[in-house]
C-alpha cells in the first residue's frame, strides 16, 4: 500500500461541485493507498480576502465589511449544499464555517477602527481562505464513507520563523508532522498555505504556499509520491494555447522542473518542492478532470530521452535594463555594484548578459518591478560611469529546456537557426552553468512565433 499526499488546489475546489469531485477522487484512490489531503481555499478567496483587508484599513468602512462577510457566507454555505448530502455532516460543518467567519469580521473590523494594515495582520486574514476550505472537504469525505478530521497547519505541525507573508518552516517541523498525523486515521485534510511560528501567532508560506505544505508533509511522513492535481494533463512541452499539439511530459527531473518554473511555466513555485527534493520523494502532477492520465512524474535524477529538450517556455511580463557607458570599461565592481543595488531595493534578477567589452551590462526583471529597478541603479551610480540606463518593457523571455542539452553539441545552432529562419531578432541570450537551458529575449510581437518554431525544431509535438 502506498502513502501519498494529495494536494488540490485553484480550479479543483472552485465550488462545492468541484469539492465533491475532488472527494471522489480521493475515494477512488483510497483502497490502494494511505492518503493525506492538503486543500487551497476555494478558488479567488484568498485574493478577496487581501483586497477587503486593505480597503478596511483605508477607509475604515465597516459596512463594506459585513457586505463582503455575507457575500463569503453565502458562497461556502452554498459550496457546503452543493457538495455534502447528508444533513447532520453538512449542519456540522457550517456551524464550523460561520465560526471560523465570525473571527474574521471581528480581525476586519478592529482594522477598520485601527487603520493599520500589518504583514502580521495580513497573515492572519490570508489564512482563512484555507480554514474555511478545509473543514468542507473534511465533510465531503466523511460524507462519501471515508473518515476524516480537518486540520490547520499548525495543528498539523508546521511551524515557521516570523517573517510574515513569506515565512520558511523550522527543522522541527520535519519531526512534529509524524507525530501528529501518524498512524493515519480514514484522510486527514490539511489546510494548505498556514503555520504558526513558536510563538502561536499565524504565518503564511508566500507564493507556491500550499504546494510547499504538502511537500512539507509528504518529505516528513516519508511519502511515496505527492500528487498536485491541477487544471492541465501535466507538466507540458509548452503552453497549449500558443501550440495546441503541445504534450504532457511523462517524466521530468526536479532540476529541469525549477528550470521551467523560473523561465514562466505555471506547474510549481520552484520552493515548493525544496521538501521533496531534499528526500528524493517522486512529484507527480495530476489533473483533476481527466484523473486516468498519468500526468507527469516530476523525480530526482535527470531523465535523458532522444530528444534533447524538453519543453519551450515563455516568460511574457517581463522587462529588460541596460546598463551602458565608456567609464565600464576596466572599472572594477560595476556588476556588484549593480546586482548589490538591484537586491537591496528586493529585485529579483531572471537573466544576465554582459558584453565582453565590458562596456554594457543587460538584465531581465519583473516588468512590475521596472520602475523601482531604474531608481535603484541611478541612484547607485554617477553620470560619468554610466552613460545611460535604458529600459525596454516590450519584450519576452523564451527558454528551451532539457536535460540531455548537457554535453550535447549544437543544440543552441538549432535554436537561434530556428530563430533566423523565422527572421526573428534575438536581443539577449543567456545560457544557464547547469547547461539545462538556453534562454533569451526577443520582442514581444514575435514571442509567440519563436515558441512554436521551436517546438516544431525540436519535434516536441511529437
Not at 2 to 27: I, N, Q, T
Not at 365 to 394: G, H, M, S, Y
Request: glycine share 10%; proline share 4%; net charge negative.
Amino acid at each position: 500500500m502506498a502513502r501519498l499526499v494529495m494536494k488540490f488546489g485553484g480550479v479543483s475546489v472552485a465550488d462545492g461541485y468541484k469539492l465533491r469531485h475532488a472527494g471522489e477522487l480521493v475515494k477512488r484512490f483510497s483502497n490502494d493507498n494511505e492518503i493525506i489531503l492538503v486543500t487551497s481555499a476555494l478558488q479567488g478567496v484568498t485574493d478577496k480576502l487581501l483586497d477587503v483587508a486593505r480597503k478596511a484599513a483605508g477607509d475604515g468602512n465597516v459596512e463594506n465589511v459585513l457586505d463582503f462577510i455575507k457575500l463569503l457566507t453565502e458562497r461556502h454555505s452554498r459550496a457546503i449544499s452543493e457538495s455534502i448530502m447528508n444533513p447532520q455532516i453538512a449542519n456540522e460543518v457550517l456551524q464550523e464555517v460561520v465560526k471560523k467567519l465570525n473571527e474574521l469580521e471581528k480581525a476586519y473590523i478592529g482594522l477598520c477602527y485601527l487603520g493599520e494594515l500589518t504583514t502580521r495582520s495580513l497573515d492572519y486574514i490570508s489564512s482563512y481562505g484555507e480554514q474555511l476550505a478545509a473543514p468542507i472537504l473534511s465533510g465531503v469525505l466523511r460524507d462519501i464513507g471515508i473518515e476524516s478530521r480537518a486540520y490547520t497547519g499548525s495543528e498539523a505541525g508546521i511551524v515557521t520563523d516570523s517573517n510574515y507573508g513569506n515565512s520558511r518552516p523550522l527543522e522541527k517541523t520535519y519531526e512534529l508532522i509524524p507525530q501528529r498525523l501518524l498512524p493515519l486515521e480514514g484522510v486527514p485534510v490539511v489546510a494548505g498555505f498556514i503555520a504558526k511560528d513558536e510563538k502561536g501567532i499565524t504565518t503564511t508560506l508566500g507564493r507556491g504556499g500550499s504546494d510547499l505544505s504538502a511537500s512539507l508533509i509528504g518529505a516528513s511522513i516519508d511519502a511515496d509520491e505527492i500528487w498536485f492535481w491541477k487544471e492541465t494533463s501535466g507538466v507540458m512541452t509548452t503552453d497549449p494555447k500558443i501550440v495546441p499539439e503541445a504534450k504532457p511530459i511523462p517524466t521530468i527531473s526536479y532540476r529541469e522542473a525549477m528550470e521551467l518554473s523560473y523561465f514562466g511555466a505555471k506547474i510549481l513555485h520552484p520552493r515548493a518542492i525544496e521538501p521533496a527534493i531534499r528526500k528524493g520523494i517522486p512529484v507527480r502532477i495530476k489533473c483533476t478532470f481527466d484523473p486516468e492520465c498519468p500526468g507527469t512524474q516530476i523525480v530526482h535524477d535527470d531523465v535523458q530521452k532522444a530528444d534533447v529538450i524538453k519543453a519551450v517556455t515563455l516568460h511574457r511580463n517581463v522587462a529588460m535594463l541596460t546598463i551602458s557607458g565608456a567609464g565600464m570599461i576596466g572599472t572594477l565592481g560595476i556588476a556588484a555594484r549593480a546586482f548589490g543595488a538591484l537586491a537591496e531595493a528586493g529585485i529579483n534578477i531572471i537573466m544576465i548578459s554582459q558584453g565582453s567589452s565590458e562596456a554594457n551590462i543587460s538584465i531581465i526583471i519583473e516588468q512590475r518591478q521596472l520602475e523601482k529597478a531604474e531608481d535603484a541603479l541611478r541612484a547607485e551610480f554617477p553620470r560619468d560611469l554610466i552613460k545611460e540606463i535604458l529600459a525596454n518593457n516590450d519584450v519576452a523571455a523564451v527558454a528551451v529546456v532539457g536535460a540531455g542539452m548537457a554535453g550535447t553539441p549544437g543544440v543552441a545552432a538549432r535554436v537561434f537557426k530556428a530563430m533566423g529562419q523565422a527572421k526573428i531578432n534575438v536581443i539577449m541570450i543567456s545560457q544557464g552553468s547547469s547547461e539545462h537551458n538556453i534562454s533569451f529575449v526577443v520582442a514581444s510581437r514575435d514571442s509567440e512565433c519563436a515558441v512554436q518554431e521551436l517546438h516544431h525544431e525540436f519535434g516536441l509535438g511529437g
